[in-house]
Every structure is written in structure tokens, then in C-alpha cells.
T-cell receptor
Framework: ETGVTQTPRHLVMGMTNKKSLKCEQH?????MYWYKQSAKKPLELMFV???????ENNSVPSRFSPECPNSSHLFLHLHTLQPEDSALYLC????????????FGPGTRLTVT | SQKIEQNSEALNIQEGKTATLTCNYT??????LQWYRQDPGRGPVFLLL?????KEKRKERLKVTFDTTLKQSLFHITASQPADSATYLC???????????FGGGTRLMVKP
């Protein structure tokens, strides 16, 4: 295991639901990331947090709302999603935001119906 | 716009041979490049990082080259094994923020 856990592993939600994805890292890292991986598309960076502060929002729609209460936990709050938001959502962490390798969690497979 | 190209077709090779995967990019000046391995249903796993001032990096059976003139990185796996079968992703980054831009990945199949 990489030391990054994500829950739930699978989620099915309707377009009017509100749900949250959770990520926890046990590596003592200071930077955390959310990525989206859709079928037949490259991994897309969504958000970056460094020392709990958001440093990057890659033009993500407001129906995705991140939260980073501390350096070990990262949430992605979801509301009024669209079917095209169905994808694998991956969380990653790194020691900082210098050029470091990133450690990915197993992902949450999200299906929006 | 930035573009990172990896061969979208699967690469099939025989066990014991050297696998060579290509990552080409345009409209981008990366400070470093990373390679990751991804197995089905799992998150990517980091393999190697190479900086713009480095020509080559090695780790066990893996070798990465980085040619900023050609705007290309080559990833080699020598003495390939069936366990090396996976999708390999290249990712480019700039110095600020460790924000990676990923290619679409190439699936490698090593046959016994």
C-alpha cells in the first residue's frame, strides 16, 4: 500500500445528491492533490493543497468543493453532479510542492446516474 | 495548447526483451518529467523522476532519457517480465507547485 487511503472505493449517486469523498495520508506529507481520471482521457489535476492552503484550482466547476482541514486529510464535496462527472477520482500526496514523486491512493470510482 | 503524447496503442513484447515507451510533448517547457505505472483499478505508482538538466536516469531494470531538444522522453524496461504488464504514464511538471500534466499512458503487455 502507498500510505494513502480513500473512501468510499465505489459510489453511485443521483444528480441531486450531495456526497463527500475522503482521502487520508499516513506519510507525513504536506501537499495533497485531487485528480480526475475519465475513460480514454489523461489524468487531470483538479486541486492542490500545500500546508492546508489551496494553491491550485484547475478551472474545476463549483459543484466540486474541496476541503483540507489538516495536512493529513482531504475531502471532495460533491453536489448536483452531471453524468459526465462519472470517473475515477484519485487523491495523491507528496512531501511538498517542490518536484517530488506523488503517492496515489486507490481512487473512488464514482458513477452519477 | 500543451500536448503530451504517448502511444495509445498497446505495446506487446516477448518476455526477456527490452520494452521502450515514448513520451513526446509540445508547447511545454517542463522542468522535470516523471514516469508512473498504473495497474487496472489502482492508483498510479511513481517510478522515476528526471530533471531537465539530466540526460538519463536508471533504477534497477528501468532507464529514462530526457531530450529537451527533441521534446521527448524514452522509458526502457530491460529483461521484461510478465509482471511488468501495466499502463505506463508520463507526467511533466514545472518547478512551482509540483503540478503534473499527464499523458494518456501506454499499455504494455509482456508475454511469456
Amino acid at each position: 500500500e502507498t500510505g494513502v487511503t480513500q473512501t468510499p472505493r465505489h459510489l453511485v449517486m443521483g444528480m441531486t445528491n450531495k456526497k463527500s469523498l475522503k482521502c487520508e495520508q499516513h506519510l507525513g506529507h504536506n501537499a495533497m492533490y485531487w485528480y480526475k481520471q475519465s475513460a480514454k482521457k489523461p489524468l487531470e489535476l483538479m486541486f492542490v493543497y500545500n500546508f492546508k492552503e489551496q494553491t491550485e484550482n484547475n478551472s474545476v466547476p463549483s459543484r466540486f468543493s474541496p476541503e483540507c482541514p489538516n495536512s493529513s486529510h482531504l475531502f471532495l464535496h460533491l453536489h448536483t453532479l452531471q453524468p459526465e462527472d462519472s470517473a475515477l477520482y484519485l487523491c495523491a500526496s507528496s512531501p511538498g510542492t517542490n518536484p517530488y514523486e506523488q503517492y496515489f491512493g486507490p481512487g473512488t470510482r464514482l458513477t452519477v446516474t | 495548447s500543451q500536448k503530451i503524447e504517448q502511444n495509445s496503442e498497446a505495446l506487446n513484447i516477448q518476455e526477456g526483451k527490452t520494452a521502450t515507451l515514448t513520451c513526446n510533448y509540445t508547447n511545454y517547457s517542463p522542468a522535470y518529467l516523471q514516469w508512473y505505472r498504473q495497474d487496472p483499478g489502482r492508483g498510479p505508482v511513481f517510478l522515476l523522476l528526471i530533471r531537465e538538466n539530466e540526460k538519463e536516469k536508471r533504477k534497477e531494470r528501468l532507464k529514462v532519457t530526457f531530450d529537451t531538444t527533441l521534446k521527448q522522453s524514452l522509458f526502457h524496461i530491460t529483461a521484461s517480465q510478465p509482471a511488468d504488464s501495466a499502463t505506463y504514464l508520463c507526467a511533466l511538471g514545472r518547478n512551482a507547485g509540483n503540478m503534473l500534466t499527464f499523458g494518456g499512458g501506454t499499455r504494455l503487455m509482456v508475454k511469456p
